[in-house]
């Protein structure tokens, strides 16, 4: 039997990217005929698609203009991040001192982040990888996916985010302390650590995105 997911997934998936990356910029209308053209797919799978995403947050469905991508907006900053603070720092206090096994595995990850330059998209992945060495160990696996689901809204703040290369500088200090914490069995110094981190994360972008 195929385990291929259905291409309404996969278009789905795509689309998502494109707007992860900006490429379907902020408020802008999507020309779903061009959008579907350069996917090489027909409209059907697109438009399921876009429900798809219209569910999730990341478009709307307008009479008049079609789907229109979410802008990127303050008020959904200020909203998401103390979730995910405060949900990420319940994950590591749940995984205990077991966390500070991976103590070695989050130094590696964030030096390598550290090394990347000027790439983005590489830049974010090492940090989503990070963040998910940090709470792997929580035996919670709802709230685990409740992270996971939070992480893709936000993915396009983030990706703003890793654009200032001075701010990759003041993250990788920042993993650098948690670390620290850990590998000395200070998880409740590092869940501190952790929403400061997060928290300095949310200011920068408010400072930084024109557009809000």
């Known amino acids: 039997m195929s385990t291929h997911k259905p291409l309404r997934e996969d278009v789905r998936q795509m689309v998502l990217e494109r707007l992860w990356r900006g490429e379907l910029a902020p408020g802008s209308r999507i020309n779903e005929s061009s959008l579907a053209t350069e996917l090489g797919v027909s409209r059907t799978p697109l438009r399921e698609a876009l429900f798809r995403l219209e569910q999730e947050g990341f478009v709307r469905a307008d009479m008049a203009r079609g789907f229109l991508v979410m802008p990127l907006t303050a008020r959904e900053i200020r909203e998401i991040y103390p979730i995910l603070w405060s949900l990420e720092g319940l994950a590591l206090r749940s995984a205990g001192h077991a966390a500070a096994g991976d103590a070695a595995e989050l130094e590696q990850l964030n030096n390598a982040f550290a090394q990347v330059d000027h790439a983005p998209e590489h830049m974010l992945e090492l940090d989503t990888r990070w963040h998910q060495a940090l709470v792997h160990r929580c035996p919670n696996q709802r709230l685990l996916a409740m992270i996971a689901s939070l992480k ?19 993250s990788f200090m920042q993993h650098h302390e948690i670390i620290k914490q850990l590998a000395v069995g200070e998880i409740k110094q590092a869940v501190m650590l952790l929403e400061a981190h997060w928290r300095f994360g949310m200011d920068a972008l408010l400072q930084q995105l024109d557009w809000l």
């Open 152 to 170: 893709q809204v936000i993915y396009r703040y983030e990706w703003a985010y890793m654009r200032n290369m001075k701010l990759r500088e003041s």
